[in-house]
């Protein structure tokens, strides 16, 4: 088992910034590629972005492209999610996720085995 808590969401205004973490623990981090997901009210659970075991590599979504950056620390068992140029779409359930090492990044969420509670994001206009 790998429990994830995501922290960092809150209010902003559009063309603000917010860093979301997620804290892992249980199974050893580096076992795991890691995701971001959001939802928000109405839709589907979207992919974001995605990061190797290793952050050797990324994976972005085309709205996630240019503005949001993922990183991983696997020293403290954390994955980052820089969000910069909010717009009010972004408004949404953060959530991080977990899935073990592939060949490849995959932003498919039904191949993500471990989920956390989720954090709101707000972009005001």
């Known amino acids: 088992q790998v429990q994830l808590v995501e922290s960092g969401g809150g209010l902003v205004q559009a063309g603000g910034s917010l860093r979301l973490s997620c804290a892992a623990s249980?199974?050893?981090?580096?076992?795991?590629?890691m995701g971001w997901f959001r939802q928000a009210p109405g839709k589907e659970r979207e992919f974001v972005a995605a990061?190797?075991?290793?952050?050797?590599?990324?994976y972005y979504a085309d709205s996630a492209k240019g503005r949001f950056t993922i990183s991983r620390d696997n020293a403290k068992n954390t994955v980052y999610l820089q969000m910069n140029s909010l717009k009010p779409e972004d408004t949404a359930v953060y959530y991080c996720?977990?899935?073990?090492?592939?060949?490849?990044?995959?932003?498919?969420?039904?191949?993500?085995?471990?989920w956390g509670q989720g954090t709101q994001v707000t972009v005001s206009s």
């Open positions: 996720a977990a899935t073990p090492k592939r060949p490849y990044l995959t932003g498919s969420r039904g191949l993500y085995d471990y």
């Open positions: 249980g199974r050893t981090f580096s076992n795991y590629d």
């Open positions: 990061i190797k075991w290793s952050a050797a590599s990324t």
